[in-house]
């Protein structure tokens, strides 16, 4: 029995194994990924990949078992940011493609002035800083973060101010 990584490289798996052959007591000989070995009956913190069992009886007899350990991809957000068009104005956008690791998807934005969201495409944005928690169906926790600009304020550089004087015929 194996329970499959619950998120990109996190070390969750696990197999159990109940042998039901043989002549008890057995001994068991794990190798897998990155060198692991073992000689326990059921593993877990276990990363993705290919393990392999030599299970062996008391009267020498052996079998040999693959198991793999398999893990969601790790997500994957393309994202289009529309700047402010004007300073200080409130028409700048964050839209998000999301795929990979396990949908469904659980959005949480956090950005200036107390901006909260729990919407996946976020608009009416000023310029700042957006900070957004992705959690998965797998419970994992994925963190971004974005910046919406705006243009510069107007500046008059130079005032020219001219006085025309008009006389009063009297």
């Known amino acids: 029995d194996e329970t499959y990584a619950s998120c990109f490289e996190v070390y969750d798996g696990s197999i159990s194994t ?41 009267n020498g007899c052996d079998q040999t078992f693959d198991i793999t350990i398999t893990e969601p991809t790790d997500i994957s957000v393309a994202e289009t940011l529309t700047d402010v068009s004007c300073f200080d104005g409130s028409d700048g956008e964050i839209t998000l493609l999301v795929s990979g690791a396990s949908p469904d998807y659980d959005f949480s934005w956090s950005g200036p002035s107390g901006f909260t969201s729990s919407l996946q495409d976020i608009s009416g944005l000023e310029a700042g800083d957006y900070d957004l928690q992705i959690t998965d169906a797998n419970d994992c926790v994925f963190n971004f ?26």
Request: charged share 15%; no cysteine.
């Open 18 to 58: 109940f042998p039901t052959w043989g002549v008890p007591p057995y001994d068991f000989d794990w190798t897998g990924p990155n060198g692991f070995v073992s000689t326990d009956q059921n593993l877990s913190n276990l990363l993705a990949g290919l393990y392999t069992l030599i299970l062996a009886d008391d």
């Open 145 to 170: 973060s974005y910046t919406i600009d705006e243009p510069d304020a107007i500046v008059l550089l130079r005032l020219q101010i001219k006085f025309y004087v008009q006389e009063n015929s009297l």
